[in-house]
T-cell receptor, first 112, second 111 residues
Framework: ETGVTQSPTHLIKTRGQQVTLRCSSQ?????VSWYQQALGQGPQFIFQ???????GRGNFPPRFSGLQFPNYSSELNVNALELDDSALYLC???????????FGPGTRLTVL | RKEVEQDPGPFNVPEGATVAFNCTYS??????FFWYRQDCRKEPKLLMS???SGNEDGRFTAQLNRASQYISLLIRDSKLSDSATYLC????????????FGTGTQLKVEL
């Protein structure tokens, strides 16, 4: 519906491990943003990529990193996982002039 | 003041009722605003955009009061299917496309 897909849908990791989450969007969505949504909270901005360059970052430590590829797909990498990293991770794509962002279905990460 | 603050909720209303949510924002330079709807364990979906004083789409009306820095969402003749969390969203004014979300207000429409 939104043209934004994410994989995997669910993931279980243990503390200290590393994880890579993926996002794909349709052509024309040249900006991708990643958000973390903890239970009962609104999504929190992690960072944004525009034309393969980081274009803004929220209050997240360096162990959260990302990439955007020429085909508009994107990755979110988290190193040294902590229990508090358990959340729904959302990617949002945009490319129009109205600043509207369209979210993928999210990846639910559980850290044990 | 928090960047974006919403009514605490939850709001439990009977079917057919009119319900209103308020949201306040701290950045007076903000020009556009959004309401997103989020169903349980799903992604947020854009419900309405607000670029001037307000916007209306069927049973939904969003109003903007720049002087008081608040946005409201009014739902008339509420349906069971309106049950969801409603997120007030303010885009970043400093360039880029960052969205700042409120914590959301949960609405439960009951028979």
């Amino acid at each position: 519906e939104t043209g934004v897909t994410q994989s995997p849908t669910h993931l279980i990791k243990t503390r200290g491990q590393q994880v890579t989450l993926r996002c794909s969007s349709q052509s024309g969505h040249n900006t991708v943003s990643w958000y973390q949504q903890a239970l009962g909270q609104g999504p929190q901005f992690i960072f944004q990529y525009y034309r393969e360059e980081e274009n803004g970052r929220g209050n997240f430590p360096p162990r959260f990193s990302g990439l955007q590829f020429p085909n508009y797909s994107s990755e979110l990498n988290v190193n040294a996982l902590e229990l508090d990293d358990s959340a729904l991770y959302l990617c949002a794509a945009s490319g129009g002039a109205l600043n509207e962002q369209f979210f993928g279905p999210g990846t639910r990460l559980t850290v044990l | 003041r928090k960047e974006v603050e919403q009514d605490p909720g939850p709001f439990n209303v009977p079917e057919g009722a009119t319900v209103a949510f308020n949201c306040t924002y701290s950045n007076s330079a903000s020009q556009s605003f959004f309401w997103y709807r989020q169903d349980c364990r799903k992604e947020p979906k854009l419900l309405m955009s607000v670029y001037s004083s307000g916007n209306e789409d069927g049973r939904f009306t969003a109003q903007l009061n720049r002087a008081s820095q608040y946005i409201s969402l009014l739902i008339r003749d509420s349906k069971l299917s309106d049950s969801a969390t409603y997120l007030c969203v303010v885009p970043n004014t400093g360039g880029g496309n960052k969205l700042t979300f409120g914590t959301g207000t949960q609405l439960k429409v009951e028979l």
